[in-house]
């Protein structure tokens, strides 16, 4: 091993230049130091160059040269191979920095649930594999399957029965309290729309004359308090959504009830929303689950019949059934819930029940009888009094 005097250039045996941190060890085996947090770390190889040929008896190794890199390329990744010093959260964050379009509600979520704990390792998995990807990791510890270790214990949000929505309407139009958000319930149930969508409206989003709603963002807020506006949910969200009459009059009522602020803040460049809170914000998405809350409390409070838990999604999970329960094109309703997937979709109509399929029957049977009967009327032959004489 050829050594070197204080300022003198290093060189192994075979006369080459070693580079800082690069040294040979007395029984000729080549290794390269370097520091995370000052604590010293280690690499070695009987090799210092991939062409170098292996000594005798050796088993088959990296070069050091080659070791370097890798050791080099993890150390700009802040990862520490040997101590495994990089979070979970510093992972995540660098598997989400290479995503586009990651949506803020899926980096706050802290939720404990099984929905949430789904939401969180369908980010943790893909961030675990990068890192396997990389070497980093031998094996994806998120690799399996969540019902094979847990309950799913989310309870489904079902539709409400056109019955159950009348007497909610009802009850909400008549008492005193609530009676000033009949307007919304009325058009979460006969809309479909989502409820971030909802709040993100402005009034240049709404065209009473042409009856239809420009829906093309929604207004969300973040654990931190900060109003965002973001896209839609899907790209198929972004639609125009024709409206009914009724509907048409019940924005033409929050429009002429608009207690805005004198000045309107705008969040990312949008303005001029339906509703606002005492401090001149617009109103989002938890305002108006809790406003639920205390309407669906309060009608349990009064009927010995019980309603079941109705919040925004639960009216445009309505929604989609009374429209695949008409009998409405299943293409149709997709475009209408702004659903990327037409299974989405379908699977409402997979939940249509014996009842539905009676009704459906049933109308199927009164359509054909009248169709008969006028076929009938034409075929009979017109009789001579029939005609009168002028």
């Known amino acids: 091993m050829a050594k070197a005097g204080r ?18 060890r007395a029984d000729g085996k080549y290794q390269y130091k370097y520091h995370i947090d000052g604590k010293p ?73 099984y929905s949430s704990i789904h939401t969180i390792r369908g980010v943790l998995r893909p961030a675990f594999q990068m890192a396997v990807d990389d070497d980093i990791l031998v094996k994806n510890p998120f690799g399996f399957q969540l019902a094979g270790v847990l309950v799913n214990d989310a309870a489904p949000r079902e539709a409400v029965t056109k019955e159950q929505m009348r007497k909610f309407l009802k009850f909400v139009h008549d008492d005193v309290v609530y009676c000033k958000y009949y307007e919304v319930v009325y058009i979460l149930f006969h809309t479909g729309m989502r409820i971030s969508e909802f709040c993100g409206l402005t009034l240049k989003d709404i065209d009473l004359e042409n009856r ?59 303005s001029r929303f339906l509703f606002y809170d005492d401090n001149g914000m617009p109103l989002v998405t938890m305002h108006w689950q809790h406003r639920f809350n205390h309407m669906v409390g ?6 010995r019949v019980q309603m079941p838990n109705i919040t925004p999604h639960v009216c445009r999970h309505t929604y989609c059934s009374n429209m695949a329960k008409s009998g409405m094109n299943p ?60």
């Open 331 to 390: 293409k149709t309703l997709q475009y209408l819930m702004g659903h990327s997937d037409i299974s989405v979709t379908m699977n409402v109509y997979t939940h249509i029940g014996f009842d539905d399929a009676e009704e459906e029957l049933k109308r199927m049977e009164e359509f054909r009888k009248a169709q008969a009967e006028v076929e009938q009327k034409k075929e009979k032959p017109m009789s001579q009094k029939m005609f009168k004489v002028v």
């Open 212 to 270: 239809t709603i420009n829906i093309d963002h929604q207004l969300q807020r973040t654990s931190d308090m900060r109003y965002i506006i973001e896209t839609t949910k899907t790209n198929a969200g972004t639609r125009v959504l024709p409206i009914t009459e009724n509907v048409a009059q019940m924005f033409q009522a929050i429009i002429e009830d608009r207690n805005a602020p004198k000045v309107e803040k705008a969040i990312d460049g949008y």
């Open 41 to 113: 770390h280690f690499v070695y190889s009987w090799k210092l160059e991939p062409t170098d040929k292996l000594p005798k008896g050796k088993k088959p190794c990296l070069s050091l040269r080659e070791l370097e890199k890798q050791v080099n390329t993890d150390l700009d990744l802040i990862v520490n191979i040997v101590d495994g010093q990089m979070t979970v959260c510093e992972l995540v964050d660098r598997y989400l920095k290479t995503k586009t379009g990651v949506r803020q509600s899926t980096k706050q979520e802290d939720g404990k649930r």
């Open 298 to 303: 309060r009608y349990n409070d009064i009927y």
């Open 7 to 24: 300022g003198q250039t290093r060189r192994d045996s075979k006369r080459r230049v070693l580079r800082p941190g690069e040294s040979v």
